[in-house]
């Protein structure tokens, strides 16, 4: 599931990656989860700021998450990565997250990364490119 879920971003997103994976429609999933087809709908395809309004309650996410095999964690993009995913990770980014602590969405995002067919190698520059991360995306750099 991880890989299936690597890089989405929103709850929608994971939803949809998650349907596509099994081949299923948003009427099967309503239908199957019993959370109304247009609520459902909106999940899948409104932007995070809006599915944050919306702020679909644990046991909606969980009555869609049993019907996709995901926990809620998974839906929110909470849940630890497998062992089999953090052993596929690239160099030394076991080590910064083990060490720094980093959320597991953080750690998934960092996992994704490749620019320009290069990848940070050891913890220090994993915590550096993580640092700037950070900074930009709270408009500080």
């Given amino acids: 599931m991880y890989e299936q879920l690597a890089g989405a971003t929103t709850v929608g997103e994971r939803i949809k990656r998650l349907m596509a994976a099994q ?11 019993g959370v109304a087809k247009g609520y459902v709908w909106e999940l899948v395809h409104s932007a995070e700021p809006v599915v944050s309004r919306m702020k679909p309650s ?4 969980y009555a869609i998450g049993t019907v996709l095999g995901a926990s809620v964690g998974d839906l929110l993009g909470k849940s630890l990565p497998t062992p089999a995913a953090i052993n596929s990770w690239p160099q030394g980014l076991r080590a910064y997250v083990e060490q720094a602590h980093v ?3 953080e750690a998934r995002m960092l996992a994704a990364i490749n620019a320009r067919g290069r990848r940070p190698t050891t913890p220090d520059e ?8 950070r900074m930009v995306s709270e408009g500080k750099g």
């Fill in 58 to 61: 644990a046991e909606t996410l």
């Fill in 103 to 105: 959320p597991p969405e």
């Fill in 23 to 33: 081949e299923m429609s948003l009427s099967e999933l309503s239908r199957r989860s």
């Fill in 126 to 133: 994993w915590r550096l490119l993580h640092q700037t991360i």
